[in-house]
């Protein structure tokens, strides 16, 4: 592992042509590029798949268990990203772990609006359900818009009468589209790749027109009770701080056991990055260990 420290990961992000007024094709090519920057490596099999009518990848390290399942949401603000733009993150947490992941390829706005994204979301977890795995040996995660399509996809399937996941893990997750934390202006000089414009025109796109308090797409609004435990790690210089933060407050009055993490100095989903700083690493394996630990439970 190269590892440069944040300021290098900052220089590499300065660097990128601004995502700002770009079409959505091309920052969807740009975001997948990582498959080959970032590349999973020989102990990692990769396997195309449709699950519950849903274009997937399971990606599963040597050695893990079979008989559980992670599923792993990946971010991109509703309208970018895709399983291989997010596979080098999703084997890492898998491998910390120890268990298979599926990365759902789940319908991208401004093509799919709000509630595609959790419709496809739910229909893998229902799948996976019927398929054998049991309730206890599953768990949610995602990062950014996955974060909090995390929650989303388990209110869907509390209100659909499914059983709750073994955990869930919110890695910067984007919880509310009103923008009423003060981090959204007080980080705004300091978080190299969340800006208030970009979240502008991403929320526009998948809502189309919905109520930005509407729970499954802000699920900052909702009734949190039911929901299984928690583990939400934000970076100090993120423009979602105060997205998590909430979401932690929230859950724990409602009753979930919610652990919030906050990392200084890190930035937007610094996990992602892991290849090339260490921080990104000591992350994941902090996953890994919560999520070894409910599963076990």
């Known amino acids: 592992m190269a590892d440069g420290g944040i300021e290098a990961v900052r220089a590499k992000i300065a660097a990128?042509?601004?995502?700002?007024?770009?079409?959505?094709?091309?920052?969807?090519?740009?975001?997948?590029?990582?498959?080959?920057?970032?590349?999973?490596?020989?102990?990692?099999?990769?396997?195309?798949?449709?699950?519950?009518?849903?274009?997937?990848e399971r990606v599963t390290p040597i050695g893990v268990a079979t008989d559980s399942c992670l599923i792993y949401l990946h971010g991109g603000g509703y309208a970018i990203g895709s399983p291989r733009s997010h596979r080098h993150l999703a084997a890492a947490i898998a491998r910390a772990a120890g268990i298979a992941a599926v990365v759902p390829?789940?319908?991208?706005?401004?093509?799919?609006?709000?509630?595609?994204?959790?419709?496809?979301?739910?229909?893998?977890?229902?799948?996976?359900?019927?398929?054998?795995?049991?309730?206890?040996?599953?768990?949610?995660?995602?990062?950014?818009a996955g974060g909090g399509l995390t929650v989303a996809l388990m209110l869907a399937a509390r209100a659909a009468g499914l059983p709750m996941p073994a955990a869930g893990v919110c890695i910067s997750p984007w919880t509310d589209m009103t923008a009423a934390g003060a981090s959204h202006r007080d980080k705004a000089d300091v978080d190299p790749l969340v800006k208030g414009p970009d979240l502008a025109r991403w929320r526009d796109a998948y809502l189309a027109g919905a109520d930005t308090r509407t729970p499954l797409a802000s699920p900052l609004h909702a009734d949190l009770a039911g929901l299984p435990p928690l583990l939400i790690q934000v970076g100090g210089d993120e423009v979602l701080l105060d997205d998590s933060r909430a979401l932690a407050r929230r859950a724990t009055a409602a009753g979930v056991?919610?652990?919030?993490?906050?990392?200084?100095?890190?930035?937007?989903?610094?996990?992602?990055?892991?290849?090339?700083?260490?921080?990104?690493?000591?992350?994941?394996?902090?996953?890994?260990?919560?999520?070894r630990g409910r599963l076990a439970a």
């Open 105 to 144: 390829e789940y319908r991208l706005a401004p093509e799919n609006a709000f509630p595609a994204a959790v419709d496809d979301a739910l229909a893998v977890y229902r799948a996976v359900l019927d398929g054998g795995v049991a309730p206890a040996r599953v768990a949610i995660a995602g990062d950014s």
């Open 16 to 56: 990128l042509p601004p995502s700002h007024g770009q079409p959505v094709e091309a920052l969807r090519a740009l975001y997948d590029k990582a498959v080959r920057a970032f590349p999973v490596g020989d102990d990692v099999a990769v396997e195309a798949a449709t699950i519950g009518g849903v274009p997937a």
């Open 257 to 291: 056991d919610a652990r919030l993490e906050e990392w200084p100095g890190m930035i937007h989903v610094w996990h992602w990055y892991w290849p090339m700083l260490a921080e990104g690493g000591r992350a994941i394996d902090g996953i890994g260990a919560f999520l």
